[in-house]
């Protein structure tokens, strides 16, 4: 089964304690929250600190029967820059998408690493950003706006509003966390570099 042109399909590609998962499932749950059709969740592997693990978004105006992992992706978000140079972080990629990469450097030093890959590259430093509003390295937050941001996949003003939401609900005694991590959103979104 083919999927059809309002599909969009995104793959996750970080290590095991990063956030990508978690980064994956709150894209699919913000998207459910705008009326779209979601899927979020991770391929397994063995799963240990460190490892490089992969997850999957498919999000659709219409309903989707496609139950697999996703080779054909739009976006490929990479949550550790370092898997640049031992995964093949743009297979199947589509160059009419992009490829979104964690990283301080600019996206046309990227794209010599990327073997070929002829569509948009686009940097984001998460770490500098989420260590600037959370105090620790969590990358997963500031690379969800991020994907956001590039793909349009829901809007933005959406987007910041449902995940205020959601972090209100998920820390509501912690009001410090809150404020750091709409924070990391709102400064992923005004520093990612498209290239």
């Known amino acids: 089964m083919c999927r059809d042109n309002n599909t969009v399909e995104i793959r996750w590609h970080g290590r095991g304690g990063q956030g990508a998962k978690t980064a994956c499932l709150l894209l ?21 600190m460190g490892a490089p693990i992969t997850a999957y978004n498919r999000i659709s105006d219409h309903e989707n029967r496609i139950h697999s992992n996703i080779y054909n992706p739009d976006y490929v978000v990479v949550v550790d820059e370092t898997l640049l140079h031992s995964v093949d972080v743009t297979a199947g990629l589509s160059e009419e998408g992009a490829i979104i990469i964690n990283s301080d450097k600019e996206p046309a030093e990227l794209r010599k690493l990327l073997r070929g890959y002829k569509g948009k590259v686009c940097a984001v430093d998460a ?50 966390v809150i404020e750091g991590n709409m924070e990391a959103l709102r400064m992923s979104m005004d520093k990612v570099k498209i290239g």
């Open 28 to 48: 699919a749950d913000v998207a459910f929250s705008s009326g779209k059709h979601v899927q979020g969740f991770p391929e397994y592997g063995p799963e240990r």
């Open 127 to 176: 770490e500098e950003i989420s260590l600037k509003t959370l105090g620790r390295n969590f990358p997963n937050t500031p690379m969800l706006a991020a994907v956001v941001k590039v793909s349009n996949v829901v809007e933005n003003h959406k987007f910041i509003s449902d995940m205020e939401e959601s972090f209100r609900h998920k820390f509501a005694s912690k009001p410090g």
